[in-house]
């Protein structure tokens, strides 16, 4: 079994940052994608960025391109989302996820692994 958990969500000003964290524990998620959703209340949960096991490939939604970085530890079971620039519409739970490719790791569905997820508020 897998395990993901999400750490440094909090409340922000309107152009702050904040750095996300996710580790994976158990069993190993060697070759896997990781990545980042979010869900805005009343909304569904959205694709925001995701890298490849290797880390040389990244993707992201277009309303995060030049503001969120996706990043991967060297150890590989963790996963970093720092968050620059923030706007309210940002506001969410993020999720953490793992998907057997970075294809696969955009799209809810295609996910095998999903954190509980940790709150992020952007104050205007």
């Known amino acids: 079994q897998v395990e993901l958990v999400e750490s440094g969500g909090g409340l922000v000003q309107a152009g702050g940052s904040l750095r996300l964290s996710c580790a994976a524990s158990?069993?190993?998620?060697?070759?896997?994608?990781m990545g980042w959703f979010r869900q805005a209340p009343g909304k569904e949960r959205e694709f925001v960025a995701t890298?490849?096991?290797?880390?040389?490939?990244?993707y992201y939604t277009d309303s995060v391109k030049g503001r969120f970085t996706i990043s991967r530890g060297n150890a590989k079971n963790t996963v970093y989302l720092q968050m620059n620039s923030l706007k309210p519409e940002d506001t969410a739970v993020y999720y953490c996820?793992?998907?057997?490719?970075?294809?696969?790791?955009?799209?809810?569905?295609?996910?095998?692994?999903w954190g509980k997820g940790t709150l992020v508020t952007v104050s205007s």
């Open positions: 996820a793992a998907a057997v490719t970075t294809t696969r790791a955009t799209i809810a569905d295609g996910v095998d692994y």
């Open positions: 158990g069993r190993t998620l060697s070759g896997y994608a």
């Open positions: 890298i490849s096991w290797s880390g040389g490939s990244t």
